[in-house]
């Protein structure tokens, strides 16, 4: 699969649990990003990454712990989440940062806590 | 803070007719504003989308107006189609942020 791919793409969990979200993107970009897609919300922005380095972060609750080891990989690690933290995950990347460069989205995964 | 509102929420057509979905945004920096297309369990695609330095971009059925002034900007799709049937998203650049916000998603029904 090229573009932007996601593993896996349905997770449940338990509140004890630890588990990684992960996401790679096959276009040479530059920037990453993390996005919760809740019912009835807008696309939440969680975490920015620009040539590796974590340039937004907002105000996400620490069980949320990002990795971005290199451009193509970005990871989103979990643990002890809330039944409230069940959503649509989206990763998804652009040539740059800064909000002016067309973002390609991955098909996400949906996580389910119990 | 910074934010973007769509209207309306839900949109209902019969095949044929036109489609207008509406934005306004906060900031008066941002110089981009693309829609992204949602179809029920994938994920979101960018159909179209238009930089400040233009006040009207078209691409087939489907054409984005910008007015930088009112702060506000349009989504339009003529002779929908059910295949048009989704969620549609529209998005601004926010400079103070450095990121796009995202409009809370206008869900369009096209009925044959």
């Known amino acids: 699969e090229t573009g932007v791919t996601q593993t896996p793409r349905h997770l449940v969990m338990g509140m004890t649990n630890k588990k990684s979200l992960k996401c790679e993107q096959h276009?040479?970009?530059?920037?990453m990003y993390w996005y919760k897609q809740s019912a009835k919300k807008p696309l939440e922005l969680m975490f920015v990454?620009?040539?590796?380095?974590?340039?937004e972060n907002n105000s996400v609750p620490s069980r949320f712990s990002p990795e971005c080891p290199n451009s193509s990989h970005l990871f989103l690690h979990l643990h002890t989440l809330q039944p409230e933290d069940s959503a649509l995950y989206l990763c998804?990347?652009?040539?740059?940062?800064?909000?002016?460069?067309?973002?390609?989205f991955g098909p996400g995964t949906r996580l389910t806590v119990l | 803070g910074e934010n973007v509102e769509q209207h309306p929420s839900t949109l209902s057509v019969q095949e044929g007719d036109s489609a207008v979905i509406k934005c306004t945004y906060s900031?008066?920096?941002?110089?981009?504003f693309p829609w992204y297309k949602q179809e029920l369990g994938k994920r979101p695609q960018l159909i179209i989308d238009?930089?400040?330095?233009?006040g009207e971009k078209k691409d087939q059925r489907i054409a984005v107006t910008l007015n930088k002034t009112a702060k506000h900007f349009s989504l339009h799709i003529t002779e929908t189609q059910p295949e048009d049937s989704a969620v549609y998203f529209c998005?601004?650049?926010?400079?103070?942020?450095?990121?796009?916000?995202f409009g809370k998603g206008t869900k369009l029904s096209v009925k044959p």
């Open positions: 238009i930089r400040s330095n233009v």
């Open positions: 900031d008066s920096a941002s110089n981009y």
């Open positions: 276009l040479g970009h530059n920037a």
């Open positions: 998804a990347s652009s040539q740059s940062g800064g909000g002016t460069d067309t973002q390609y």
């Open positions: 998005a601004a650049s926010m400079r103070s942020q450095g990121n796009l916000i």
């Open positions: 990454y620009n040539f590796k380095e974590q340039t």
